[in-house]
């Protein structure tokens, strides 16, 4: 037979001593994690906890919805019951088919505890839409790839003859205004993806900075020669709004990052191959990283999700027609783009180098063609629609 305290502590049940903690200092941690170890109406008999414990403990009790009679606290089952009903969103390891707007911003595998209102225009939020296996993957590159335009790139100011430079200065010129296209159609969309799905938003968000990035390195580059600014085209401009205007996810991607910056990887290889200055040559390689994981992305998604809607290729080879028919009255890529890289190409003021130059470009626009189709095929469009489809692509590059 059990004597001193053992036989003291079995007659009046279990305890927890506060020692000198109140419950305004955090004694209601310990009560709580005793409480949650008995059974619901199990008496918990509270020690030490300072001179005002009765009151306190009476109405941290209350608010909980335990009892208490004296210093005995008779947990109740409020937590359980207010618990009850709350599902995790999803498991942590794994992405939902679908995410309920009730799931809100909470983590992927919380417990959701019910009552707070729905998270409102997340409207992408079926994993056949946004998600992509390599999401993960693609962003844990992306945030290792970022690089500093400071550090990465020598910005000693390059001595080219006047021409080229203009040259080069036109070709930024048309950059820049491509990269912000290429940074404001992801960035309307980022907010409308479901957070559950949160890689694919981690990962466009890499995509929002490498484009900042670029906006800004081609700036740099423009203004290092001292020239002003070339020309921005009317038909340029168009040809970009209208990737503004794409309404749907799906199609938005597929004409930005597989048509646009898909043909994009050909020209920023085009131009760190034939850059005249070592500074052009520097920041097309570091943006043509950047863009071979945007392209690899979109490819990525858009593949998963024609596995699970075969019918969504209408719907991006229809959104390649209407495009083309918007800019029908456009003239696409403007004659001062496509001269100045010429010039670019050819690097110096004499008829053998234009003539090289013009020959290079127009290989360029070949292999950006067949690179297109050969994306398209990928998809799953057949040679001739890949063929098609590719041609009807904006003369414009992106
Ligand atoms: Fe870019
Ligand atoms: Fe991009």
Not at 201 to 224: P, Y
Request: net charge negative.
């Amino acid at each position: 037979m059990a004597t001193g305290p053992e036989a003291a502590r079995a007659a009046t049940g279990p305890e927890v001593d506060l020692g000198p903690l109140g419950i305004d200092g955090g004694g209601h941690l310990l009560i709580a994690h005793a409480l949650a170890r008995l059974p619901v109406g199990s008496p918990l008999t509270v020690l030490g906890g300072g001179p005002h414990l009765p009151v306190h403990l009476r109405a941290w009790a209350r608010e909980r919805g335990h009892r208490v009679e004296g210093n005995v606290v008779i947990g109740g089952d409020a937590d359980h019951r207010r618990l009850a009903g709350a599902r995790r969103a999803g498991a942590t390891g794994d992405v939902a088919e679908r995410a309920p707007a009730a799931w809100g911003l909470a983590a992927r595998g919380a417990i959701v505890e019910p009552g707070a209102p729905p998270l409102v225009g997340a409207d992408l939020d079926r994993r056949e839409e946004v998600w992509t296996e390599l999401a993960p993957k693609l962003y844990a590159q992306a945030a290792a790839g970022q690089w500093d335009p400071a550090t990465a790139v020598d910005w000693t100011p390059p001595e080219l003859a006047d021409e080229v430079e203009v040259a080069v200065v036109q070709v930024m010129t048309y950059l820049i205004e491509n990269e912000q296209a290429a940074l404001a159609v992801p960035a309307r969309f980022i907010g409308r993806i479901h957070p559950h799905y949160r890689e694919v938003v981690q990962f466009l968000t890499t995509q929002l900075a490498d484009e900042a990035r670029h906006v800004e390195v081609f700036t740099r580059r423009g203004r290092l020669g001292g020239r002003p600014f070339g020309v921005s085209g009317a038909g340029g401009r168009a040809s970009l709004l209208t990737l503004l205007d794409e309404p749907e996810w799906p199609t938005a991607s597929f004409l930005l990052s597989v048509l646009g910056e898909g043909t994009f990887l050909s020209l920023l290889s085009f131009l760190e191959r034939h850059a005249p200055d070592p500074v052009t040559a520097r920041i097309a390689h570091l943006a043509l990283q950047d863009e071979a994981r945007h392209v690899a992305f979109a490819m990525a998604h858009l593949s998963e999700h024609l596995r699970s809607d075969p019918a969504l290729r209408y719907r991006l080879a229809a959104a390649v027609r209407r495009r083309h028919d918007a800019l029908l009255d456009t003239a696409g890529l403007s004659d001062h783009v496509h001269d100045a890289l010429a010039i670019l190409a050819a690097g110096e003021w004499s008829h053998e180098a234009i003539g090289r130059g013009w020959t290079l470009v127009g290989s360029l626009q070949e292999e950006m063609n067949e690179a297109r189709g050969r994306r398209l095929v990928r998809l799953g469009f057949s040679e001739h629609e890949a063929n098609e489809l590719s041609a009807l692509h904006t003369r414009n590059f992106m």
